[in-house]
């Protein structure tokens, strides 16, 4: 019945031809095929929701960066792209690199040797429960709306490019996924994760390849950019941001470097267990930390084809794209729909069946990594913990596999709530600095400072989110606090949060470190695989300077200083 | 990964290798019944292009990645 009824959608608009549709048909047959075998490989609590710990480093890393690269990233930041310029590459470089390379190499040893399930699982094991409960309640609530957004961007694709119906395809491929996910767990995620990988860039590279073609090079896209946009800077990443009213962000450039490239950036890709998990089912800890860089790499090569397709949009587009409030207009296109509108410029016949699959893949990554985070963290750290403490092996995997498909439910029903702000990602970097900014601060001062206490910890944390939350509110119920908050009122969604995130870090710091010093701190014989100083490290001096993963993140280190240099 | 008999690499091999095809195809068609809907830069035989690449990747991993028989 399913296949009927996507077959009548899809032939509802005439852009699609048979290629297309059969392509698009494959991908989700052999995703749900591969769900069904990898059943059988996944009996145990451990390989359900750690995929075993048996991941090689390339299939870690790519599953890393491939769970990252959901709708956020395509759809998301090509909007973005078209609002605010190249400034939103700050997003995959010093908004993720230095971040990425800090987790290789400093947190994920203490994950990794104390053998924890999930990032609330380590604030367990480091500051007790209280922590814990707080850090697994947020992060299940913030998993679960992010799926919205996975939904509410691919039912635009669907609408923009094939024109079916919204409710249609957010039905397809959420119980997709919910089937996949079910049958196979964190296994099924990751193993899809990698195939969608290839296929977003395969997918995606179409359009830059051909855009810069049809532009004549970087040059004449600059050319083009600055005729149909006189006077507007949308192509320099640094020397813009002196002033908040010189860029179309109204970003200064310590919002962009204390904001986005310390407290977001870091509580994200340290943090956010969507990303972590995958990197912590690695097979050993220097598994893990390469398959990281490798991500590191990837990510850092990602604005090929998100940015530039943004950028591209500015260049060829005929007409100019509206914010979403004003995309029930006549004839208007919104933000969006930038990277859609410019596969169905350079796409014809299967290749746009490629490209329409790529964006569904992401999604559906985006979306599994959403749901298999949101199992593991509501299995282990809430329902074990919490509900029912001493059930079987084979009573948990059950419940994983139950929760997976009510994550899907409960994601589609947050789906709608997206549809109020002006871009996708503002709505995403809202979620993330109310709830995993703060994790940030609580998590590295654990970490790397043995005095710090329980109670710090979970006060710490609180202090963090009801930061957030109150300047939230308070710009929204007041407006002109934005000059407080965000120390200008030219701040634009985007770069407001970067303040708050930044605001949300610091109370988070000094309530942690002002309780740890009046309360009592943990013995040090409980700290042992936990704390700098209490852990034994291991050393990489026995491998070739070629195999040490220090080697690969300073050259990965060196490109990121090039690259910011090269665009600056 | 050893204890799953296909690698994941297998699958993507055959899935980018089957697309490959199947774009390809239609791309050498266009040649000869041109679509109804022309999109920008057409007469860069985009797809034929893309398609060969897509075929030649995925063959390749088919070839490396074949599930091996195992002895008996």
Known sequence: ?568 | MEKHSISVWFFIGTLLATYGVLILGSGIYGLFVPPDHTVAMSYLHIDIWWGSGMLLFGAVYVVRFRPKRKNL
């Open chain 1, 1 to 568: 019945m399913t296949l009927a009824c996507f077959l009548q959608a899809a032939n509802a608009r005439l852009s699609l031809s048979p290629v297309d549709l059969v392509i698009i048909v494959l991908y989700f047959a052999l995703v749900l095929g591969l769900g069904v075998y990898l059943r059988r490989f996944t009996t145990t609590a451990e390989e359900f929701f750690m995929a075993g710990r048996e991941m090689t480093m390339w299939i870690a890393g790519l599953s890393f960066i491939s769970a990252n690269l959901g709708s956020l990233e395509m759809m998301g930041y090509a909007a973005a792209t078209y609002q605010y310029g190249i400034l939103v590459a700050h997003a995959y470089w010093i908004g993720a690199i230095p971040a990425i390379l800090f987790l290789a190499l400093v947190m994920l040893p203490f994950y990794y040797i104390c053998k924890t399930h999930s990032v609330p699982g380590y604030l367990k094991l480091r500051f007790g429960e209280g922590a814990r409960s707080l850090s697994a309640i947020s992060f299940a609530v913030m998993t679960i709306l992010m799926s919205g957004i996975n939904m509410y961007s691919m039912a635009i694709i669907m609408k923009v490019i094939l024109g079916w119906n919204i409710h249609f395809s957010i039905w397809v491929s959420s119980l997709t996924v919910a089937i996949y996910v079910m049958a196979g767990g964190l296994l099924s995620a990751i193993f899809n994760e990698v195939l969608q990988f290839f296929l977003i860039w395969i997918g995606c590279l179409v359009v830059p390849v051909v855009g810069l073609i049809e532009t004549g090079g970087w040059n004449g896209m600059v050319h083009r950019i600055q005729t149909n946009f006189p006077g507007q800077d949308f192509l320099h990443m640094w020397s813009t941001t002196g002033t908040f009213s010189g860029n179309p962000m109204g970003a200064h450039w310590t919002g962009i470097l204390f904001g986005w490239g310390l407290a977001i950036s870091f509580g994200y890709w340290t943090t956010d267990f969507l990303v972590v998990q995958r990197v912590m089912a690695a097979k050993d800890l220097r598994s893990a930390q390469l398959g990281t860089i490798i991500g590191a790499f990837f990510k850092m090569i990602v604005p090929l084809i998100v940015i530039v397709p943004g950028l591209l949009a500015l260049a060829v587009l005929p007409y100019h794209l509206v914010p979403e409030s004003q995309g029930g207009l006549p004839n208007a296109h919104t933000f969006n729909e930038a990277l859609p509108l410019m596969l169905a410029r350079y796409c014809g016949p299967g290749l746009l069946g490629l490209g329409v699959t790529a964006l569904v893949a992401g999604f559906m990554s985006g979306m599994a990594g959403n749901v298999t985070a949101f199992t593991t963290v509501w299995t282990y750290d809430i329902y074990k913990p919490l509900i029912f403490k001493d059930a079987s092996d084979a009573h948990y995997v059950s419940m994983g596999r139950w929760c997976s498909l009510l994550g899907v439910f409960v994601s589609i029903g947050t789906a709608y709530l997206v549809m109020n702000f002006s871009s996708i990602i503002v709505y995403a970097q809202v979620i993330f600095v109310f709830f995993i900014v703060p994790m940030f601060g609580t998590v590295i001062l654990g970490m790397l400072w043995k005095r710090t206490t329980p109670a710090a910890g979970f006060w710490g944390l609180l202090a963090g989110i009801l930061t957030s939350f109150a300047l939230w509110l308070w710009v929204k119920l007041d407006p002109t606090a934005l000059s407080y908050v965000a120390f200008s009122g030219y701040a634009k969604d985007m770069s407001e949060n970067m303040y708050r995130a930044m605001w949300s870090l610091i109370a988070n710091v000094v309530v942690t470190v002002a309780v740890s010093l009046v309360t009592k701190p943990k013995p040090d014989h409980e700290l042992k695989g936990l704390v700098y100083g209490m852990t034994d490290l291991p050393s990489d001096g026995a491998f070739p300077i070629f195999q040490r993963p220090i080697t690969w993140a300073a050259a990965v280190a060196v490109a990121f200083v090039a690259l910011n240099i090269l665009f600056w």
